[in-house]
């Protein structure tokens, strides 16, 4: 069982946050700059916290080094992730 979900990144913001949904893509905040993966961790961080699930199961596996970036969540079915963040708009 596993989710996917798109992103749009914005590092280098202020605070790490989840913004909401912006078209398609949940829109993400991270303080973190976007070099050596740091964006990314921080992204993956940010949501396995939200989602109540380990760092571990989060994962990129479309967009290393882009603003739209697709997640991998291990432990959540699609269901699951639509029930705690929403549908997209």
Avoid at 66 to 80: N, V, Y
Wanted: overall charge positive; hydrophobic content about 40%; aromatic content about 2%.
């Amino acid at each position: 069982m596993s989710a996917r979900i798109a992103l749009h990144v914005t590092p280098k913001s202020g605070r790490d946050e989840i913004v909401g949904w912006r078209g398609g893509e949940l829109s993400v905040r991270v303080s973190a700059p976007p070099e050596d993966g740091k964006a990314n961790a921080a992204v993956c961080k940010l949501v396995a916290k939200r989602l109540g699930v380990a760092k571990s199961t989060v994962r990129v596996v479309r967009g290393d080094t882009s603003r739209h970036k697709t997640l991998e969540i291990d432990t959540l079915s699609e269901e699951e992730l639509a029930a705690v963040l929403g549908g997209a708009s």
